[in-house]
């Protein structure tokens, strides 16, 4: 059987066993975590202004992103390299099954946030999604060059030090910008080639290699 000519009836079965493959426990959390700033905007008794609202929504964002990078963890990844089932489409898979909901969970996070506070939501979307398009390209690097199961650990550590990196030169990226000022375009050329870029390497590195590495670590038999 083809990779690229799968039946439709063995996607169909494919799907519950990626749904209880899906890791629960970290992604909601992140989620969880994610929504304090938001939902901390409704406190007070004024609401704040559109600067801190930009600002919480960024954190929120990064929050949402650190979750997705454990969507490619797979307890079970060694079992199913051997399956005629390649790993793009069980990526697919568990995309399909994991951004819609965090589409949701991202307009939830700016309903949060009230009118006068929420920032223009194209910019600020176009941010969350490169950090998330990054947290993927992350995970999707180690799971291509690594034989770790449980790579959403270490994709999310390095998400954080690039966070960190970006606000060390805060004007490049807008963290500092409002819409009104000078460099807020660029910055938001800057984010949409973050974006583009990180698509690419998960579509680039998401395929098997055609040599497989012997995955390390396994006593020889025999």
Excluded: K, N, Y
Excluded at 65 to 82: E, I, M, N
Excluded at 84 to 96: E, F, K, M, N
Aim: proline share 10%; aromatic share 4%.
């Amino acid at each position: 059987m083809s990779r690229r000519d799968i039946p439709a009836a063995v996607l169909r079965s494919l799907v519950p066993p990626v749904w209880r493959a899906l890791p629960r426990r970290a992604p909601a959390a992140a989620a969880a975590l994610g929504l304090l700033p938001a939902a901390a905007t409704r406190l007070s008794d004024h609401a704040p202004d559109a600067g801190l609202g930009l600002f919480v929504l960024r954190l929120t964002a990064l929050g949402g992103a650190v979750g997705l990078a454990f969507v490619l963890d797979d307890p079970a990844r060694d079992t199913c390299a051997t399956t005629p089932i390649g790993r793009p489409v069980r990526t697919a898979l568990r995309l399909a099954m994991a951004v819609p909901l965090t589409a949701l969970w991202w307009t939830a996070a700016v309903l949060l946030v009230p009118s006068p506070t929420r920032p223009p939501l194209l910019p600020v979307t176009l941010q969350a999604a490169a950090i998330s398009a990054a947290a993927l390209a992350l995970a999707t690097t180690a799971v291509r060059f690594t034989d770790r199961a449980d790579v959403g650990r270490s994709a999310a550590v390095c998400l954080g030090t690039a966070a960190a990196v970006t606000v060390l030169v805060p004007d490049r990226w807008g963290l500092l910008a409002t819409p009104a000022d000078p460099w807020w375009q660029a910055a938001q050329v800057r984010w949409a080639a973050v974006l583009l870029l990180t698509v690419a390497v998960c579509a680039l590195w998401t395929p098997e290699p055609l040599g497989r590495r012997p995955v390390r670590g396994r006593r020889r038999t025999g």
